[in-house]
């Protein structure tokens, strides 16, 4: 795909593995995503979904194998986690939002503490991601008084504070009431025309369908089937992919 020697992939994936123990939940994942590429990882429960996100910002450290991001080799002794985390961004089931700070203080925290940018711009910015994701007259709010939809959609803002060139997200919709995931998916749709790369482990075919460029379908810790939402939805090329799409549509 790419001839050029010095392209850097956003993520690059060589052969991951990963075992808790005895178990191996990673079997020997390989795989590459391009800069602004919007990749679905799909797969039955317990595949390893949350485990293959979650090294790609060494939430969990690989067992073997290599993961690049952006040509940085993140499994390297030599790699600071910290930086490789400012630049990918996770947002997941469960907000996390602090509970003791407003909607904006919850947005700015990162940057102002981790990145020293100033107060002032912080809250310039923390209130411009705040009204792209629709929430800038909740500002001032705890999050306690907002709906499910809402607090998913401020840690949205809150991981993209962070200017990551990389957003991860685990099953974003899956904890909020049928109503109020239409309201996140479609943030998650604006931010696939920003250019920002993002991988997103999904049970919305609906959505996957229409906003990735690439089904990625993981079963039993392998990268089982690699395709275009156009011919994984038609026509999968794996039984298995078969099994499960006949489940869920
Ligand atoms: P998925 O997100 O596809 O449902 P996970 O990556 O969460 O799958 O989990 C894959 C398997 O790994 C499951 O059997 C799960 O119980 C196991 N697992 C995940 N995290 C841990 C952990 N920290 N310790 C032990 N087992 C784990
Ligand atoms: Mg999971």
Redesign the pocket.
């Known amino acids: 795909m790419h001839s050029n020697e010095d392209y850097n992939a956003a993520v690059k994936v060589d052969n991951l593995h990963k075992s ?2 005895n ?1 191996k ?2 079997q020997g994942i390989s795989t590459e995503i391009g800069h602004g590429e919007v990749v679905a990882v799909i ?12 090294c790609m910002n060494l939430l ?1 450290v690989p067992t073997s194998g290599k993961i690049y991001i952006q040509g940085a080799d993140i499994t390297s002794q030599k790699t600071d986690i910290m930086k490789v985390r400012q630049n990918v961004g996770m947002v997941f089931q469960h907000f996390h939002l602090f509970p003791h700070k407003t909607v904006l203080s919850n947005v700015t925290y990162a940057p102002k503490k981790v990145k020293n940018v100033s107060a002032e711009e912080a809250r310039r910015e923390g209130m411009e991601l705040l009204s792209k994701v629709g929430l800038a007259e909740k500002a001032d709010v705890y999050p306690s008084k907002l709906s499910g939809g809402q607090k998913q959609r401020v840690a949205i803002a809150r991981s993209l504070a962070m200017k990551p060139d990389i957003m991860l997200f ?2 974003p919709t899956s904890a909020l009431d049928p109503e109020m995931v239409k309201e996140v998916l479609e943030v998650m749709k604006d931010l696939t025309k920003t250019g920002i790369t993002m991988a997103i ?1 999904t049970h919305e075919m609906g959505f996957a369908r229409e906003v990735a460029n690439r089904i990625l379908f ?1 079963d039993k ?1 392998m990268l089982a089937e690699d395709s275009p939402p156009s011919k994984f939805f038609t026509n999968p090329e794996c039984d298995r992919a078969k099994q499960f799409l006949e489940k869920m549509l």
């Open positions: 808790f123990g178990l939940v990673l797969g039955p429960s317990g595949s390893g979904k949350s485990t293959f996100l979650r969990e685990d099953e482990v993981l810790g």
